[in-house]
């Protein structure tokens, strides 16, 4: 089975300053698909960034990316210019490239770790 | 386009009573999953469907707990004894095909008294 550990259960940046999210995850699988999801406090799972595994060139999304180490399963998220509408929950979640009965398989998600943006 | 649509979006209920969240997918989207978030748990995957077939229901939790697809655009998760360790909120999500991201509903509140 997947497992995804996020190391930091708080996180805290200045506004306008970069912070880097960490996120493992152990799988014995070549093709997978890697997510960051934000949750703030309306409790919206939000999708961040996405991130296929057989590319090498990390995903980016305006002021979010990933550095993306296959070879060290590890997937973290930096947030450039924070902002103060950043400020939520951040789950790193992992799916499996296998598709199932013509569909997609589940996501495995980490903890989390909550994002305080301050002033 | 409208999103993934759940209801309600808050249950409160008394143990021992039979509960039924609601999931309207989006249109045209094949697959079809439910999560559970508690604090204790953080987020974990129930069951999930794929052009309205159960293709995995390992972390439905206990017989009281039953998912179902009664067409492609609609779907139910019932808890048939409720109890107070089922507080949590629940999520639907929908994906379109294989590769693409899931879209998640805003999620049911569970309150059992």
């Known amino acids: 089975a997947q497992t995804v550990t996020q190391s930091q259960p708080e996180m805290s940046v200045q506004e306008a300053e970069t912070v880097t999210l960490s996120c493992t995850y152990d799988?014995?699988?070549?093709?997978?698909?890697l997510f960051w999801y934000k949750q703030p406090p309306s409790r919206q799972m939000i999708l961040v960034i996405r991130?296929?595994?057989?590319?090498?060139q990390n995903a980016t999304e305006n002021r979010f990316s990933v550095n993306f180490q296959k070879a060290a399963k590890s997937f973290s998220l930096k947030i450039s210019d924070s902002q103060l509408g950043d400020a939520a929950m951040y789950f790193c979640?992992?799916?499996?490239?296998?598709?199932?009965?013509?569909?997609?398989?589940?996501?495995?998600f980490g903890k989390g770790t909550h994002l305080i943006i301050q002033p | 386009d409208a999103g993934v649509i759940q209801s309600p979006r808050h249950e409160v209920t008394e143990m021992g009573q039979e509960v039924t969240l609601r999931c309207k997918l989006i249109?045209?989207?094949?697959?079809l999953f439910w999560y559970r978030q508690t604090m204790m748990r953080g987020l974990e995957l129930l069951i999930y469907?794929?052009?309205?077939?159960?293709?995995?229901d390992s972390g439905m939790p206990e017989d009281r707990f039953s998912a179902k697809m009664p067409n492609a655009s609609f779907s139910t998760l019932k808890i048939q004894p409720s109890e107070p360790r089922d507080s949590a909120v629940y999520f639907c999500?929908?994906?379109?095909?294989?590769?693409?991201?899931?879209?998640f509903g805003d999620g049911t509140r569970l309150s059992i008294l």
């Open positions: 249109s045209g989207h094949n697959s």
């Open positions: 991130q296929e595994a057989y590319k090498q």
């Open positions: 999500a929908s994906s379109l095909t294989g590769n693409q991201p899931q879209h």
């Open positions: 469907f794929n052009n309205n077939v159960p293709i995995d």
């Open positions: 799988t014995s699988e070549s093709d997978y698909y």
């Open positions: 979640a992992y799916r499996s490239g296998w598709y199932s009965g013509g569909g997609a398989d589940g996501l495995t």
